[in-house]
């Protein structure tokens, strides 16, 4: 079975950073993708950002663009989010996903096979 977890959510303010931490673990599992999207309250979830597992390919969506930066480990299954200049519209449940399949699209939930709980961002303004 595999596991997801995300850590680092917190209270910030706004043009602060946070940077966000999630290992996806079980057995042999080794992922070809690894995501984060967000919800905040009353809001579908979207798309944050993504990265390919092996050649390292990254993708943003452009709310987040130039501010956030996505890197890997692949020895730890480990996806950091660096989160920096962040905004009050930021202020979301973050969640990490883990992509087991091969396939083009990195920047749909559909995609992605194995969800975390969620780590609790909020930036006050």
């Known amino acids: 079975q595999v596991q997801v977890v995300e850590s680092g959510g917190g209270l910030v303010q706004a043009g602060g950073s946070l940077r966000l931490s999630c290992t996806a673990s079980?057995?042999?599992?080794?992922?070809?993708?690894m995501a984060w999207f967000r919800q905040a309250p009353g809001r579908e979830r979207e798309f944050v950002s993504s990265?390919?597992?092996?050649?390292?390919?990254?993708y943003y969506a452009d709310s987040v663009e130039g501010r956030f930066t996505i890197s890997r480990d692949n020895a730890k299954n480990t996806v950091l989010l660096q989160m920096n200049s962040l905004k009050p519209e930021d202020t979301a449940v973050y969640y990490c996903a883990a992509k087991a399949r091969w396939g083009v699209v990195l920047t749909a939930a559909g995609a992605f096979d194995y969800w975390g709980l969620g780590t609790q961002v909020t930036v006050s303004s």
């Open positions: 990265i390919s597992w092996n050649i390292g390919n990254t």
């Open positions: 079980g057995g042999t599992f080794s992922p070809t993708a």
